[in-house]
């Protein structure tokens, strides 16, 4: 099974399951953006904190978590690099051509790690605590003062649920057709750069044509249960803001100005 977490759903009973999605989508959005409020060691280890509370929060073993980052992992060390061998400022331990390494760019590299593995982070939090079907009805809530501006907002919502929900569906996929050209003697990796893209072609073709099967029978399973696009539709599921929600709301405020009194307007060396 692909170790991709982020876009599945862990029943549990903590506290952050039962929330009102609308609040962990409120207060993930807030949390991706206040992290470029933090510029120093304290800042983001303010930060780090409230990661580390929120994860525990949830119900899920932490090594779930590391399991969802693993498959990101170059990319963002990749992002990282680049950061570091192009950014100049502060003390330059190497200065070749147009690669320099800096105090500064040593920093703020390891900042963006921080920054991305939070986001990672908060991101599967919202999604292994809330359902699909909550997360539909949480994003078409939110989003409800656009249809004022003729927006589909129903159907921009179910669009970006049915995206999220069928991301690890599709990994899972990739990876058991994988599975079934290796067993054959397919070899990925391997070779040139031409005979790698010929690899992946038997992995495309069956994949595109399961996709596309999925999304034909999603279609007629809507069809059959009355979904018309645009159309008023009513639900037996109300969500419900408690307390709780309100406290979420009131701590990611708090993080804020927590945020505030440790910025001190640059790196700390």
Known sequence: MNKLILGRFFPGESILHQMDPRAKLLAGVYFILVLFVANNWQSYGLLWIFTLVVMYLSGVKFSVYIRGVRPLIWLILFTVTLQILFTSGGKIYLDVGPITVSNFGIISGI??????????????????????????????????????????????????????????NLL????????????????????????????????????????????????????????????????????????KDTLCIGTMIILTFGLIVLRTGGFIH
């Open 111 to 168: 900042y963006i790690f921080c920054r991305f593995v939070m986001i990672i982070f908060i991101s599967t939090v919202v999604t292994l605590t809330t359902k699909p079907i909550d997360l539909t009805d949480g994003i078409n809530a939110l989003l409800k003062p656009l249809k004022r501006l003729k927006i589909p907002v129903d159907e921009i919502s179910l669009m970006l649920s049915i995206s999220l929900r069928f991301i690890p």
């Open 172 to 243: 899972d996929e990739t990876q058991k057709v994988m599975d079934a050209q290796r067993a054959r003697g397919t070899e990925f990796g391997e070779g040139n750069l031409l005979r790698q893209m010929k690899t992946l072609v038997p992995i495309f073709l069956p994949l595109f044509a399961s996709s596309l099967n999925r999304a034909e029978d999603m279609a007629n399973g809507m069809e059959t249960r009355g979904y018309q696009s645009g159309e008023k539709r009513s639900t037996f599921r109300q969500l419900a803001w408690k307390r």
